[in-house]
């Protein structure tokens, strides 16, 4: 409800003199984006009140306020999924909490099985588009909000992803030398936790969708409900298995790895994407 969504940031600005206008959101294996913060300031999420509690190996379950790049920042070191049990409306109850303690830009990581064949372990996907596939089945997080509290009843979402911070990325990532492995894609959700069969991989490919993961597209579509900017990217972390024939076979422990070895590039984006931010409206 919004009052414990209001009684959970209430609580969190009665913690820290913090102020933050970004909120950086990390995926499986890249909670070291949390450890870049200066200043950093820890809460667990078992002392949040109203807060779900994080069950996946590589999430460490802490809200981290600091800041980066001279900019005031919460992260989320580990986020929730709808494989965890939870229910949507919970697991992007952190979005709306954002909202009320002043963020006004959201950027988002994940670890994302490669549908494009073109993709490479270790590329970066920056997400120009979702397809919400729970959500085909109704399971969306603004079903049965009713109140325009947070925002309209029908948000429109063609412009989830802001293009400037897209293009902003685009132009970090050659600045720093990384457009090697950097691409731009289509993510699709899933709700997990069961890595995907080939046939439904084979499906998706033909869908559009470039990347498959089990996060991110539920709280993407909260954030942007509640007008704050949107910006994710994939870390592909395994190629989706297409081939009846293959050996492969996706498992927890080869996406924490991959995100081991691309941790500092990614931090080094994210903090200089940071940076690129004005102050005043997060625009660059």
């Known amino acids: 409800s919004y009052e414990q969504c209001q009684a959970t940031a209430d609580w969190l600005l009665s913690k820290t003199q913090v102020r933050p206008t970004v909120a950086i959101v990390c995926g499986s ?9 200066k200043d950093p300031q820890m809460f667990n999420y078992s002392d949040i009140p109203n807060f779900p509690q994080s069950t996946v190996h590589g999430h460490a379950g802490r809200l981290v306020f600091g800041t980066l790049k001279g900019k005031a ?20 109850l952190p979005m709306r909490v954002f909202k009320l ?3 006004e830009t959201v950027i ?13 372990v270790g590329d970066v996907m920056i997400i120009k588009d979702h397809i919400n596939m729970p959500g085909f089945a ?20 063609s412009d989830a992803y802001d293009r400037e911070l897209q293009q902003l990325a685009f132009d970090v990532a050659s600045d720093l030398g990384f457009s090697d492995f950097l691409r731009e894609g289509v993510y699709c959700v899933l709700g997990g936790p069961t890595f995907e069969t080939i046939a439904e991989c084979r499906m998706l490919q033909k869908l559009g ?14 954030a942007r ?19 009846y024939d293959s050996q492969e076979k996706a498992n927890h422990e080869e996406v924490l790895e991959t995100a081991r070895q691309r941790a500092k590039q990614l931090e080094s984006l994210v903090s200089n994407l940071v940076a690129r931010l004005k102050p005043d409206n997060n625009s660059y």
């Open 209 to 222: 969708a470039d990347a498959v993961g089990m996060s991110t597209v539920h709280e993407v579509i909260v």
């Open 73 to 92: 920042c919460v992260c989320m070191q580990g986020r929730f999924h709808l494989y965890e049990g939870y229910p949507v409306q919970k697991i992007t």
């Open 108 to 120: 988002l990581t994940n670890a994302a099985g490669g549908l494009n064949q073109d993709y490479k």
């Open 138 to 157: 109704g399971t969306n997080p603004l079903v049965a909000c009713a109140s325009n509290r947070f925002g309209t009843r029908f948000p429109c979402m």
């Open 29 to 37: 294996g890249l909670g070291g984006l949390a450890e870049i913060l």
């Open 101 to 103: 303690i002043g963020v």
């Open 225 to 243: 409900h509640a007008g704050m900017r949107c910006f994710a990217m994939s870390l592909i972390s395994n190629r989706a298995v297409m081939d």
